[in-house]
């Protein structure tokens, strides 16, 4: 029998043992999930460094590109993220909201630093929502277009196969990450096995190509093309797209089968590839208007085709997982409204479906591609969002290095010097992609970051409101008149954001229900800057007079905010939730937007209508709808 191994990669499961064939599917689904948008990158990378910039097919240009795309993949994603970047996991969680909070739980880095920080964080999150949405749009057209090499007659038809690709894509979504993964992964091990044959095949016809490999010819290359060959680094960043999305996807199967996906059968598979379309190029110039397809044997194509659309649909759902999750993390952590989350998988709780999310993207995919048309209009888009985020990356990434791994300068200044400088590189080269299409990612980022700030920030006002009016609980019970109050029997619960002050769902149903239970609780789910909490450090309880509680309970931004379940379990001397004899009672404010000093008059009616599309409260914490009493009160902003 195999000998069980612990999973000790820094995933979330960590401590339960992952067996050799619990690793084989992680692995397998890492490889349907994960790799699907780096995995296709093949499709179009080679063609639009060379042919898009009208570069000559010369072995100048060729050697030097495929120089640069090798030392890109090995940099970029083996070293970078691979073997650094992944490490810095917040308890199994990857993506840029995750670092981000590493740097908030323990006030590592103060003041306005801090503060700019977290702002970059966010703005790297929004951005991701731009290549989230162009990434299943190019990868599906691109992979379709293959039919104009079989014949010119499906011209008309590629724009409608895209769409109902897509839409297909996005309605198979809640059947859950995991799912997705076991029946795309067979496909990917096809796929990368197909693009390393092929590449081997055409190695051996040309050889000298693999003296690409030496980044001399890289080097050349800027020194022959100069400036155009610096435009070029925008189409080579193609070939490194997902490394944001591999990053973000790390919750849903862990660190140790993402690296094992990548170093066994990704990278050799994309590399042979790679050099097979250079040496093509190499024998038959005419070959760079399609060299991808143009590999395959002439009786081969039309499965190569069908092969290629499957590898471009799995392709969008590394970004479309990736999203789910960024989702998720930003609501926990209050920067969104409440949207409805479905958990797909009992044993990986990072394996999520998000409805709302799913249908935007959808609606969005579809309109770039009646938009933009082709897979070459939309590579004018595409890398710009994915370059700024890399950016934003590697310099939290260098602050959780400094504050919490305490990594010496003599470590620190070489990762930032090289890294950033790569980083740099590609977004000054995609800079140049902005009047092209680049915009378009922009504004989807500038768009949601408003979102993001601006929930933020009138949740905080509605806090700062409701406790500047707020009695103080203990004053509230001393004011009463005890004679006069009626106890009924049971325990009433009330969500609130403040446990120090009267809520006034309380203060609502005493004035027109003249009855208190005979136990009454206020009580503070709160989101803390952690994916998961441990459980001694779950709840926090204290008994006032008069039966009155105050309860904290702490969640991490990746755990299920269940009230009910918690309660139910929790030990104490003196309180119990039964169900039957427990209420839950949830204050909704109808807010108004007012002059008061807070935020602009746009920004608060942005978040006045965010607020009343919010998703139940009763649903956000998991109450059992029988058991729940909503009670209205109006706010000024």
């Known amino acids: 029998m195999a000998k069980p191994v612990r999973h000790t990669n820094g995933h979330k499961n960590g401590h339960r043992p992952l067996t050799p064939g619990y690793l084989a599917a992680l692995s397998l689904g890492a490889l349907g999930v994960v790799y699907g948008d780096i995995g296709t990158s093949p499709l179009y990378a080679l063609r639009e460094s060379l042919e898009g910039h009208g570069l000559a097919a010369n072995p100048v240009n060729v050697l030097g590109v495929l120089s640069l795309i090798f030392w890109s993949l090995v940099l970029v994603i083996s070293v ?4 650094f970047v992944l490490r810095a996991d917040n308890d199994g969680e990857g993506g840029i909201l995750a670092l981000t909070a590493l740097l908030m739980p323990h006030k590592l880095v103060r003041g306005g630093g801090r503060w700019l920080l977290i702002l970059l964080g966010l703005f790297g999150t929004a951005l991701l929502y731009g290549d989230g949405i162009i990434t299943p749009a190019i990868s599906v057209l691109s992979a379709v277009e293959g039919l104009k090499i079989v014949t010119t007659a499906f011209e008309p038809y590629i724009i409608p196969i895209a769409v109902v690709i897509l839409v ?13 993964g076991r029946l795309f992964g067979p496909v990917m091990i096809l796929w990368f096995v197909t693009l390393g044959v092929l590449g081997v095949w055409h190695i051996l016809r040309e050889p000298s190509v693999l003296v690409a490999l030496s980044p001399a010819y890289a080097i050349n290359f ?5 400036f155009k060959g610096f435009l070029v680094m925008g189409s080579v960043f193609l070939v490194v797209t997902g490394g944001e999305a591999l990053y973000a996807d790390m919750g849903h199967f862990g660190k140790l089968p993402i690296r094992i996906a990548w170093f066994v059968l990704v990278l050799p598979g994309l590399m042979l590839n790679y050099l097979g379309q250079g040496a093509l190029v190499l024998q038959n110039p005419e070959a760079i208007e399609n060299p991808f397809y143009l590999m395959a044997p002439q009786g081969f194509i039309i499965p190569f085709v069908l092969l290629a659309t499957m590898a471009s649909v799995i392709a969008s759902q590394a970004l479309i997982s990736g999203v789910f999750s960024i989702t998720m993390q930003a609501m926990q952590l209050g920067y969104t409204p409440r949207l409805t989350i479905h958990h797909t998988s009992a044993r990986e709780i990072g394996q999520i479906y998000i409805p709302t999310i799913n249908w935007l993207m959808m609606i969005a995919c579809i309109g770039l591609v009646l938009g933009f048309e082709s897979s070459s209009r939309l590579a004018a888009a595409y890398g710009i969002a994915v370059t700024l985020t890399m950016f934003v990356t590697t310099i939290l990434f260098l602050f959780v290095a400094k504050e919490r791994w305490k990594w010496p300068p003599i470590a620190l200044i070489p990762f930032g010097v090289v890294f950033l400088t790569i980083d740099a590189a590609f977004l000054g080269a995609n800079l140049f992609k902005i009047p092209d299409g680049g915009w378009f990612p922009l504004v989807v980022a500038v768009l949601v970051f ?7 920030r009138g949740t905080q006002l509605v ?11 203990e004053t509230f ?14 325990t009433a619960v009330f969500m609130t954001r403040n446990t120090d002050t009267a809520p006034p769902a ?4 005493l004035r027109y229900n003249h009855v208190l239970h005979e136990k009454v609780v206020l009580l503070c789910a709160e989101t803390v800057e952690v994916p998961r909490v441990l459980p001694a450090r779950r709840e926090e309880i204290t008994k006032l007079k008069r039966g009155f509680y105050q309860i904290t309970l702490r969640f991490g931004f990746m755990e299920e905010i269940n009230v009910p379940k918690f309660l139910e379990n929790m030990v104490h001397e003196d309180l119990s939730f039964r169900r039957e004899r427990t209420t839950y009672f949830i204050g909704r404010q109808t807010l108004f937007a007012t002059d008061t000093p807070g935020m602009p008059i746009w920004r608060e009616n942005l978040f006045i209508t965010m607020h009343r599309n919010a998703g139940s409260a009763a649903t956000y914490f998991s109450l059992p709808p029988q058991q729940v009493i ?6 000024e902003l």
């Open 506 to 509: 309380l203060l609502a149903n």
């Open 80 to 83: 970078k993220y691979l073997v």
């Open 463 to 473: 806090a700062e409101r409701l406790r500047t009016g707020g009695l103080p609980i």
């Open 630 to 635: 909503e009670i209205g009160t109006q706010l």
């Open 222 to 226: 800027f020194i022959v093309d100069g």
């Open 450 to 456: 408003t979102i993001l700030t601006t929930w933020k």
């Open 168 to 180: 297909l894509l996005f309605l198979i979504q809640p059947s859950g990450t995991g799912a997705v």
């Open 477 to 490: 019970i001393d004011g009463l008149d005890w004679n006069e109050i009626k106890r009924v029997p049971g």
